[in-house]
């Protein structure tokens, strides 16, 4: 059994159970900050660590992955992941390259970019844009016959 505290609130006189499971508010005020301190020191390190010709606009630490947001997609898929790669052996976590997002171009236009330059023999018969991760997902009838053209 979960040992209850009534709190009463001075300003409206009200009465209020919570449950007081021995951690003081103090105590998790200072784990919150030290974590806030750790994300601060990983972030520095990371963006130190990475070439300016990235472009890294953002640093998001998700979980057990890292947001890289970038305006400069072409480097950060190239040359980047070659500095990525030993960094995320080293803290443990993924790393997750994704456009900033005033470089991305708007819904609209990028479903007709897409049906512009996919083959005519592939049907789309969704096409889902992402605005948190600027990810787009298609479904196709024939997925196989898509490829990638980098110009």
């Known amino acids: 059994m979960i040992p209850e505290k009534k709190i009463i609130s001075k300003k409206n006189g009200t ?3 919570q449950f007081n499971l021995g951690v003081d508010t103090t105590q998790s005020n ?3 900050k030290s974590k806030n301190e750790l994300d601060e020191t990983l972030e520095n390190r990371i963006s ?3 070439p300016k010709e990235a472009q890294i606009t953002n640093i998001k630490l998700e979980a057990a992955n ?3 947001y970038t305006k400069n997609p072409r480097f950060a898929l ?3 992941t070659l500095h990525l790669s030993a960094m995320s052996k080293s803290i443990k976590k993924r790393f997750i390259i994704r456009t900033d997002p005033s470089i991305r171009l708007a819904e609209d ?3 007709n970019v897409i049906s512009k330059i996919l083959p005519k ?3 789309i018969s969704v096409i889902f844009c992402d605005e948190a991760t600027g990810e787009v997902i298609l479904e196709s009838n024939k997925p196989e016959e898509i490829r990638p053209k980098f110009s």
């Open 121 to 123: 023999q592939v049907t």
């Open 15 to 17: 009465s209020v159970n």
């Open 109 to 111: 236009e990028t479903r």
């Open 78 to 80: 190239t040359e980047l």
């Open 30 to 32: 200072r784990i919150d």
């Open 66 to 68: 890292i947001a890289l």
């Open 48 to 50: 130190n660590s990475i």
